[in-house]
């Protein structure tokens, strides 16, 4: 990959601070598959249009982006909740009765759900069905490359639409998807006719918007809950994945419980910030940090009826 031009380190001032492994975590822990580390030890990615690259610096947060350039600061700013409006939600969680949660979020101060774009989050977790955080990272990386537009210094932004969808398979097939190059064709081919989609959908109340989303190709409960988390930031939405499934269980003794019973206990335990609460546990458990606590058991909810 060539060489960006970058522009100087520059500070980022944020309401409030993101250690290191808490930067690590938030950037390549499953939120966004576009961010890898250099040799320095800073993260370079693409994310929207913008190409950026963060360190932790003896003051705090640094970026520098490509030299000419211009809105990369309010970019990120935006992209880091760097008002703090998450860190006032975090604030209300129920960490000080739950002890789990405390110990989580005390492992990763600073961590924020990132304000992705929707078709980024789309793509990104339509990619997501049975593989690794690394391997989301390849095939992301490869449709970029392969049909995305070229931003300089051999990066790309991620496809549109209209390049996925006019693929050939082979081209696909060399992007690592296997059965997944279907659901993205297939959701490339629905959304061509919604222009205004993400407007649209941003519109909807958080039930309405899971069920255009599970309409699509390729998106089913987990991936829309994903899909309304990071890229249309309903802090509400609880994703449910193995991770979540193992975490709940071991914590809080919920062994047996099917995904839907776990989100509806994530969403009332937690409340209106439960997406954030996940991204703690679902943290917390993928590094082997989660403790589980002697508490009393929440009965089983009845399994919820599909919406669809």
Partial sequence: ??????????????????????????????????????????????????????????????????????????????????????????????????????????????????????????????????????????????????????????????????AVAAADEAVLRACSLGYRAAYLRGTAKKLLARPRWADEFAALETPALLDELQALPGVGPKVAACVALFGFGRLESFPVDTWVVQALAKAYGLHGWKPAQLEQFGKAHFGEAAGLAQQYLFSAARQGELRPAAITLPSRPAHPKSRR
């Avoid at 580390?37 to 640094?62: H, M, Q, S, Y």
């Avoid at 990763?108 to 774009?117: C, N």
Wanted: proline content about 6%.
């Fill in 1 to 162: 990959m060539a060489s960006a031009d970058w522009t100087s380190w520059r500070p980022l001032r944020l309401a409030e601070d993101v250690p290191a492994g808490t930067l690590a975590e938030q950037l390549d822990g499953g939120q966004a598959f576009r961010w890898s580390r250099d040799a320095d030890g800073a993260w370079i990615g693409v994310f929207n249009r913008t190409l950026a690259a963060l360190r932790p610096g003896p003051e705090g947060l640094e970026w520098r982006g490509r030299s000419g350039a211009t809105g990369t600061e309010s970019a990120l700013r935006h992209y880091l909740d760097a008002d703090g409006a998450q860190a006032r939600l975090s604030e209300s969680l129920p960490w000080r009765s739950d002890e789990v949660l405390r110990s989580a979020r005390a492992a990763y101060p600073g961590l924020r759900i990132l304000r992705q774009d929707p078709h980024e989050a789309l793509i990104g977790f339509l990619c997501s069905s049975n593989k690794r955080i690394l391997q989301i990272r390849v095939m992301v990386a490869a449709l970029a490359a392969k049909l995305g537009e070229p931003l300089g210094g051999g990066f790309h932004a991620l496809p549109s639409w209209q």
